[in-house]
């Protein structure tokens, strides 16, 4: 059964309101690939929401550690765990989840399912996402739009275990890195002017 179909399941044959900690058990070992979409989308968008880079990239390093730790669910606070989760027609939130994931599910496929089970490939996406998400924490432009965007196809990848979509995250994982990098040198160097200098410096080279 297709993730988006799981969650419509979930809410739609339910008559009454489910906890966020009953949620994530019945999502099971993709609710980490769902966390990862839904917290890295809002600054991997072309115009990021202004804001969401610093608390977001927090909760995805919590949850990047839990994942190299090979968590079966993601550990949250007692309090927003037993939170509720409105179902049926009031599922408004859900709604929103199932329809977003669906959309999403049409450019991936399971390919190399066999990766995914390893531990060494395993540990790689989540020191990528370790790694991103504290590069997104920074509050110097430029350090977060990239890394949050490879944060986003390695939680794809992970919805459908498609190591395409895999291989792709960990490319702009490593591309926003390197451009991370970059900027600060610059901010180390220049102060926060730098990161406007860098980026000056990037579009002279891509000719823009």
Known sequence: MKLSDKIEH???NQTEEITFRDFLERLDEQSFGVLFVILALPSALPIPIPGSAAPFGIILLSLGIQFLMNRHTPWFPEKML???L???????FLTWM????RFCERFTVSRGVGL???RGFH??????????????????????????????LIGLSLIEEDALVAFLGIL???????????????????????????????????GL
Request: with cysteine.
């Open 10 to 12: 979930i809410y739609k």
């Open 82 to 84: 037993n939170r509720k």
């Open 86 to 92: 409105q179902t049926g027609t009031n599922a408004r």
């Open 98 to 101: 199932t329809r977003f994931i």
């Open 116 to 118: 995914f089970k390893k």
């Open 123 to 152: 540990w790689v996406l989540g020191g990528m996402i370790v790694l991103c998400a504290t590069s997104m924490m920074s509050p110097i432009p430029g350090m977060n739009s990239l890394p949050s965007f490879g944060i986003f």
């Open 172 to 206: 702009a994982c490593i591309a926003g890195l390197v451009m991370s990098g970059f900027v600060l040198y610059f901010v180390i160097h220049f102060g926060l002017q730098g990161a406007t200098m860098a980026k000056d410096q990037v579009k002279a080279w891509l």
